[in-house]
C-alpha cells in the first residue's frame, strides 16, 4: 500500500509534463501551417532531417557472445577421452587444443605420464599420433629437404625430450646404454616400430618392439649390410669388436672392416673380419653377441669361398721388383 501511491504521483508527473509540453507545439504548427509567408527555418529543417535520420539508422548489433575458453582440466579430460578411444596407453598431464581438421573435428597435443606423447584428433574411431615417430619422420625428411613441410609436430615441453622416451626404451630391451641421441627409424616389414639409439664412449643400437617384447642389434652387427646407424661412427662400431673377440685367438686383432658371410647349422653368425695388420679371420658369432669359434683365413679357405677382404695381397714373380743389378 505504501508503494503504489509513490508510482502514481511519478506517473502523474510525468504525464503532466507531456501535457503541458505538448499542446503548445502543437498551436504553432497549425499557426505556421495556415501563414502562407512562413518559411522553415534552416536550424529547425536540418534538426528534422537529424531526427528522421537518427530513426532510420539500422540499430546496433548485440555485441558477440564472449568466447570461454576451457580450463586446464577441461582440456585434459577431452583429451583423455581421446586418448582412451584411440586405444593408446596415456595418462594424459597436459594438452593444448590445436583447432580443427577440414571434417571439423577437435584436435589436441597431450603429453603423458610416461613413455611418448600424442597428437589426438576426434575422428570417429578416434586417432592418436605418436610424438616420437612424428619428430623422427620429420627429421628424416629434413635431411632431404630442410625447407620440406614435415606436418604436425607436437609442441609442449613435455614432449621434447625424445632421449628420454627412448632411454626408458633401451632399458626395458636390456641394453647398457646411456642414450646420448635416439630417433624413431620408422617401421618393419613387419609393421613393428624401430628406434636408433647412439651410447656415450660404446657401441650403439637399434632398437625393434615386437609383440612380445623387443630385439635390440648393435651397430656394429649392421655394418656390410644395406644400412647402417646414422648416429654412431664406424669406428665405434669397429671397436666394439674388441668385446666380441675377447679371449678368442683373434682378441688382438684391431678391426677395419667386416663381412657377414652367413649362417652356420648352429645358428651362429659367420663374419669375415680384417685387422689393420692386413691379416683376417672368419669369426662364429653366437646371439649373445661373443666369438665362439675363430678360423684364419688359412684355415677357412673352404667356408663359405673363404676370406675375401682379411688376405693380404699375393705378390706373384710378374708382381715382383726386379732384383737389382750386382755391383761391380
Same mark, same amino acid.
Not at 606423447?117 to 629437404?145: H, N, S
Not at 639409439?197 to 644395406?226: F, H, M, N
Not at 673377440?245 to 677395419?256: F, I, N
Given at each position: 500500500? %505504501?508503494? %503504489? @501511491?509513490?508510482?502514481?504521483?511519478?506517473?502523474?508527473?510525468?504525464?503532466?509534463? *507531456?501535457?503541458?509540453?505538448?499542446?503548445?507545439?502543437?498551436?504553432?504548427?497549425?499557426?505556421?501551417?495556415?501563414?502562407?509567408?512562413?518559411? =522553415?527555418?534552416?536550424?529547425?529543417?536540418?534538426?528534422?532531417?537529424?531526427? &528522421?535520420?537518427?530513426?532510420?539508422?539500422?540499430?546496433? @548489433?548485440? =555485441?558477440? @557472445?564472449?568466447?570461454?575458453?576451457?580450463?586446464?582440466?577441461? *582440456?585434459?579430460?577431452?583429451?583423455?577421452?581421446?586418448?582412451?578411444?584411440?586405444?593408446?596407453?596415456?595418462?594424459?598431464?597436459?594438452?593444448?587444443?590445436?583447432? *580443427?581438421?577440414?571434417?571439423?573435428?577437435?584436435?589436441?597435443?597431450?603429453?603423458?605420464?610416461?613413455? =611418448?606423447?600424442?597428437?589426438?584428433?576426434?575422428?570417429?574411431?578416434?586417432?592418436?599420433?605418436?610424438?616420437?615417430?612424428?619428430?623422427?619422420?620429420?627429421?628424416?625428411?629434413?635431411?632431404?629437404?630442410?625447407?620440406?613441410?614435415?606436418?604436425?609436430?607436437?609442441?609442449?615441453?613435455? $614432449?621434447?625430450?625424445?632421449?628420454?622416451? #627412448?632411454?626408458?626404451?633401451?632399458?626395458?630391451?636390456?641394453?647398457?646404454?646411456?642414450? +646420448?641421441?635416439?630417433?624413431?627409424?620408422?617401421?618393419?616389414?613387419?609393421?613393428?616400430?624401430?628406434?636408433?639409439?647412439?651410447?656415450? %664412449?660404446?657401441?650403439?643400437?637399434? &632398437?625393434?618392439?615386437?609383440?612380445?617384447?623387443?630385439?635390440?642389434?648393435?651397430?656394429?652387427?649392421?655394418?656390410?649390410?644395406?644400412?647402417?646407424?646414422?648416429?654412431?661412427?664406424?669406428?665405434?662400431?669397429?671397436?666394439?669388436?674388441?668385446?666380441? &673377440?675377447?679371449?678368442?685367438?683373434?682378441?688382438?686383432?684391431?678391426?677395419?672392416?667386416?663381412?657377414?658371410?652367413?649362417?652356420?647349422?648352429?645358428?651362429?653368425?659367420?663374419?669375415?673380419?680384417?685387422?689393420?695388420?692386413? $691379416?683376417?679371420? &672368419?669369426?662364429? #658369432? %653366437?646371439?649373445?653377441?661373443?666369438?665362439?669359434?675363430?678360423?684364419?683365413?688359412?684355415?677357412?679357405?673352404?667356408?663359405?669361398?673363404?676370406?675375401?677382404?682379411? +688376405?693380404?695381397?699375393? #705378390?706373384?714373380?710378374?708382381?715382383? @721388383?726386379?732384383?737389382?743389378?750386382?755391383? $761391380?
Amino acid at each position: 500500500m %505504501s508503494k %503504489s @501511491p509513490f508510482i502514481a504521483v511519478i506517473g502523474g508527473v510525468f504525464a503532466l509534463s *507531456l501535457a503541458t509540453v505538448y499542446p503548445a507545439a502543437a498551436q504553432s504548427a497549425r499557426e505556421q501551417a495556415t501563414d502562407p509567408t512562413f518559411q =522553415p527555418d534552416a536550424a529547425q529543417e536540418d534538426t528534422s532531417r537529424r531526427r &528522421l535520420g537518427r530513426h532510420e539508422r539500422p540499430r546496433t @548489433p548485440p =555485441p558477440a @557472445p564472449k568466447v570461454v575458453e576451457p580450463t586446464p582440466e577441461e *582440456l585434459v579430460a577431452s583429451a583423455q577421452e581421446i586418448a582412451t578411444g584411440a586405444g593408446v596407453t596415456c595418462q594424459v598431464t597436459e594438452a593444448t587444443e590445436l583447432g *580443427l581438421t577440414v571434417n571439423q573435428e577437435a584436435v589436441y597435443e597431450a603429453a603423458c605420464a610416461t613413455g =611418448p606423447g600424442y597428437i589426438l584428433i576426434a575422428e570417429t574411431p578416434p586417432k592418436a599420433a605418436d610424438c616420437v615417430l612424428l619428430a623422427g619422420q620429420a627429421e628424416r625428411v629434413r635431411e632431404t629437404d630442410p625447407e620440406a613441410d614435415v606436418g604436425q609436430q607436437c609442441a609442449l615441453p613435455a $614432449n621434447q625430450n625424445v632421449v628420454a622416451v #627412448v632411454q626408458a626404451y633401451a632399458t626395458e630391451a636390456g641394453v647398457d646404454c646411456a642414450v +646420448v641421441r635416439a630417433s624413431a627409424i620408422g617401421k618393419t616389414d613387419d609393421d613393428h616400430l624401430l628406434y636408433e639409439v647412439a651410447c656415450e %664412449s660404446k657401441d650403439g643400437y637399434w &632398437l625393434e618392439k615386437t609383440p612380445t617384447g623387443w630385439t635390440t642389434t648393435a651397430c656394429w652387427e649392421l655394418i656390410g649390410r644395406r644400412t647402417t646407424c646414422r648416429f654412431t661412427p664406424t669406428s665405434v662400431s669397429y671397436g666394439a669388436w674388441k668385446d666380441v &673377440l675377447a679371449g678368442t685367438t683373434a682378441s688382438e686383432c684391431d678391426v677395419q672392416q667386416t663381412r657377414l658371410m652367413g649362417i652356420d647349422s648352429n645358428q651362429l653368425k659367420i663374419y669375415e673380419i680384417k685387422c689393420a695388420a692386413g $691379416n683376417g679371420f &672368419l669369426a662364429r #658369432v %653366437s646371439a649373445d653377441r661373443h666369438a665362439q669359434r675363430i678360423h684364419t683365413c688359412e684355415e677357412a679357405i673352404n667356408i663359405g669361398g673363404g676370406c675375401q677382404i682379411g +688376405v693380404p695381397p699375393v #705378390v706373384t714373380t710378374e708382381d715382383a @721388383p726386379a732384383a737389382a743389378a750386382p755391383s $761391380n
